[in-house]
């Protein structure tokens, strides 16, 4: 989860594209959403990730686990 959410940030940061592969990508959001719960959100509740962000209806599984982590990707 962290690997591929940190990965998504240096790609898209460079201008490339920040899909990893489909079965990586949604085993890892799978892990995201068993672990992060998706409320409470912010350092007041002790979690340092803001509120998930809905995904576009085209996002990918990386976009999709960058939106849960609270990434506003587009």
């Known amino acids: 989860m ?3 959410a940190h990965g998504w940030d240096l790609t898209v ?3 490339q594209s920040g899909e990893a ?4 990508a ?3 959001l799978r892990a995201a959403q068993a672990g992060l719960p998706a409320q ?3 350092m007041e509740h002790g979690m340092p990730f803001d509120p998930v962000v ?3 209806a085209d996002a990918g599984p990386t976009e999709r686990l960058a939106n849960w982590t609270g990434r506003v990707t587009r």
């Open 54 to 56: 809905e995904p576009a």
């Open 26 to 28: 949604e085993a890892g």
């Open 40 to 42: 409470p959100r912010g």
């Open 21 to 24: 592969p489909a079965e990586v």
């Open 13 to 15: 940061g460079t201008g």
């Open 2 to 4: 962290e690997v591929l």
